[in-house]
């Protein structure tokens, strides 16, 4: 899901940056990198996306490493696989990415747009080495979500089928092995078939049974930082971006993280993390993924310096 803000200024943004950019980069070994993980129906090198946050990233922290990840050999490939890859192929694609690329091997802080919000946390939750240190997510969808409104620019034909896919079995094994939107899809009129078969989420959420390894590598974070966009219209419920969802059986009244099974049973630590105040909750009063560059800049990079 792109970010969409501005789209000609922005451009023209990028593009000033670009020609006052040398043509060669010096990387400051002392400062953390920062991996990058786009959502749905946009690519790595998006210049009006990620292209652009990467741009500004080693803009205000000079000397940066910037990684933002391509599933696939090609901007299209990376595209199609945000929406028909296996969830769990890519976080382990992206594991072992990160695992051979000498400039993390002291670490990384993280930043996951949309659905790569909960795609990098099954990173720092299964692959602790090399260490994840902050994890920003933007929009990311940490509960699942139960509709599809609309979806980004020219995906949205994409995103038809995928809805009559998500109304005609979303929890059928073809759809949960090949649909990537099947596989955060969270069922509150049928818990019980969301957590028998989902095979992405209710395992990272740990709906299943409690993986010690899961728990303990989240909580090594140094800070969780879930950013909630107020006016979203694609993440359905929006509340799920700070780990709320709808209550069991209906699908209108939520309720938080704090008032969550997996926050009162503490099954990926997140409530210790809470207490130690290693959970950040932001807002913005805009749209999914809709920020200014001002906006980031004091609220984001900050965590990466």
């Known amino acids: 899901m792109a970010v969409q803000a501005a789209g000609w200024s922005l451009l023209l943004l990028h593009l000033t940056s670009a020609l006052r950019t040398p043509p060669w980069t010096v990387h400051n070994s002392t400062q953390l990198p920062v991996v990058i993980w786009h959502g749905m129906g946009d690519s790595c090198c998006n210049p009006l996306s990620m292209g652009f946050i990467k741009k500004l990233v080693e803009e205000k922290v000079p000397g940066i490493y910037v990684l933002s990840l391509e599933?696939?050999?090609s901007i299209t490939e990376d595209m199609e696989n945000s929406f028909f890859m296996n969830v769990n192929?890519?976080?382990?694609?992206?594991c072992n990415i990160l695992s051979k690329d000498k400039?993390?091997?002291?670490?990384?802080?993280?930043?996951?747009?949309?659905?790569?919000?909960?795609?990098?946390?099954?990173?720092?939750?299964?692959?602790?080495s090399p260490a994840m240190k902050n994890l920003i997510s933007f929009g990311g969808q940490h509960q699942g979500?139960?509709?599809?409104?609309?979806?980004?620019?020219?995906?949205?034909?994409?995103?038809?089928?995928?809805?009559?896919m998500l109304n005609w079995g979303a929890y059928s094994s073809p759809i949960q092995e090949?649909?990537?939107?099947?596989?955060?899809?969270?069922?509150?009129?049928?818990?019980e078939l969301y957590r028998n078969k989902s095979v992405f989420l209710a395992d990272i959420n740990q709906e299943r049974g409690v993986n010690g390894s899961y728990k303990e590598n989240l909580m090594k974070l140094n800070k969780f930082v879930m950013v909630k966009f107020l006016k979203d219209?694609?993440?359905?419920?929006?509340?799920?971006?700070w780990f709320g969802f709808y209550n069991a059986g209906q699908?209108?009244?939520?309720?938080?993280?704090?008032?969550?099974d997996l926050y009162h049973e503490d099954r990926l630590g997140l409530k210790v993390m809470d207490k130690a105040k290693k959970l950040e909750f932001l807002t913005v009063d805009g749209d999914?993924?809709?920020?200014?560059?001002?906006?980031?800049?004091?609220?984001i990079i900050p965590y990466l310096k």
């Open 233 to 241: 219209s694609m993440v359905v419920p929006a509340d799920s971006e």
């Open 71 to 73: 599933i696939g050999n």
């Open 103 to 128: 400039m993390l091997q002291n670490g990384y802080n993280a930043m996951g747009f949309s659905q790569g919000g909960q795609f990098l946390r099954a990173v720092a939750q299964r692959c602790p």
């Open 288 to 299: 999914h993924l809709q920020f200014s560059e001002e906006w980031f800049i004091t609220n």
């Open 89 to 94: 192929d890519q976080v382990e694609l992206v």
């Open 178 to 191: 090949h649909l990537v939107q099947a596989e955060y899809w969270h069922d509150p009129l049928n818990e």
């Open 145 to 164: 979500v139960y509709g599809l409104p609309r979806c980004p620019g020219e995906s949205s034909h994409i995103c038809n089928w995928i809805r009559k």
């Open 251 to 260: 699908a209108k009244v939520t309720y938080t993280l704090q008032e969550s």
